[in-house]
């Protein structure tokens, strides 16, 4: 920050009133995107750091916090920004959420972005960096926590959940119900996304402990993880005679959009077919029937993200990176044969 710069130069190179731009900074709603826009270019240019809350004047603090998610459409997405909100709410903190959409560019654009110079720290919740970006990462000069499967090497804060061991029950609890043909649904081509090896190892380590080979047949790709993913890929497997008794879903939507299909099929849930999903969306219990589901704690993430970045912020850069697994429940419930009940938890922290 540079200390001669002041609200009033922002107003002038802006040509806005001081008031205006104070509104810029206090995300006031009632703004147009052009003056907004205005505003942020002269706070970047000047490079001006804003003081958003006049409670940390002295710590020269906003009490703002930023949160980098792909989108808000896809629901496990808007449930974990609930969740970071109101844990960052109970610690006296605002959250900025800025959804970026997919793709790398957006993700790297977001790291350059103006609103990094608005807020105290960021959770950035990445898709498609990999352990290569850790210095990238690492340059980031506002304190940073990274939400995702991929490990920087110690190198930057991060929090993750546990897929493989997730995946590992639901497959677990799907073949102790005595099915013996049990989808993966669905991976990633060439598993260039993290999340989905790391569930699809923990559904092969399910299968082959289990004494059973290991059938590339019953392994289901998809591009997109959502509703119409999974209804896409249903829709192909029973076009191509696949024969299957269970389907563990990759995630929630996957498996409703995959429910879909099956029962217009003429399939019973679970009489014909078994399945569980992952990431307990609110919607899984209120679906008919209700989906079984792997349960990642959005609340645990949520508050290890949120108290990972107040230790950043307070402890600078000098402070030695941690990574946090978060712990998981498998909601046992009727579409795989079960009434509403908690199999198996696992906590883990590194």
Known sequence: ???????????????FSIKTVSNVINGHPQLRPETRQRVEDAIEELGYRPNLSARNLRSGRSGVIGLIIPDLTTAYFAELADAVMRTAAAR???????????GRENELAALRGQHRHMVDGVIYSSLTLGAGDADLLKSVDTPLVVLGDTSFDGQVDRITMANTAGARAATEHLLAAGRRRVLALAAHEGDIVASAELRLAGYREAIEAAGLAFDPQLVCYADSWHRRGGAASMTKLL????????VFAFNDTLALGAMRVLQE????????VAIVGFDDLDETRYSLPALSTVNPRRDDIATAAV?????????????EAIEIETGFSLEIRESSGGSDQKATSATNAA
Request: zero cysteines; charged letters at 25%; aromatic letters at 2%.
């Open 1 to 15: 920050m540079a200390l001669s710069v002041t609200i009033r130069d922002v107003a002038r190179v802006s040509g």
């Open 92 to 102: 006296g903190l605002a959250v900025l959420i800025e959804p970026i959409g997919s």
């Open 239 to 246: 076009e191509d005679g696949v024969a299957f008794d269970g």
């Open 265 to 272: 099929s003429g399939r019973r849930i679970p009489q014909d």
């Open 307 to 319: 108290e990972t970045l107040l230790r950043r912020i307070e402890g600078g850069p000098e402070l």
